[in-house]
């Protein structure tokens, strides 16, 4: 009889933000291999939240408190794309970042900038 190895793997929510960051003046490339040409010449900032559901409030919070528009949001992955001028974008994930520790006991993660 042959001795299977079985692995498990499980995928426990945290309340946190895990990735905050800024990228600054993206390549051509970048905007061509996410799909995000009508962004071009905007800096973009990435954010992935768990839970999930708290990238629709991160959104929100962005779009109330700085001039960023939303490039890419996915509910059930976390992850959110905000476009706009270098301060916005900074601005932007900063108040995601204050707002979902505050209200909601998310985790923060410190920004960081390419």
Avoid at 6 to 15: A, D, F, L, M, N
């Amino acid at each position: 009889m042959e001795n299977k190895q079985r692995v498990i793997q499980e995928s426990v929510p945290g309340r946190q933000v895990t990735i905050a960051h800024i990228i600054a003046n993206p390549d051509q490339k970048v905007y061509e291999k996410i799909g995000l040409l009508e962004f071009q010449h905007q800096a973009l900032g990435i954010l992935t939240i768990t839970p999930s559901e708290a990238a629709i409030v991160a959104s929100d919070i962005a779009t109330k408190t700085a001039a960023v528009q939303i490039a890419f949001m996915d509910r059930f992955s976390g992850a959110v794309v905000m476009a706009g001028d270098v301060m916005a974008v900074e601005a932007g994930i900063s108040a995601v970042i204050e707002t979902l520790d505050s209200l909601l006991k998310i985790r923060g993660v410190k920004i960081t900038r390419s």
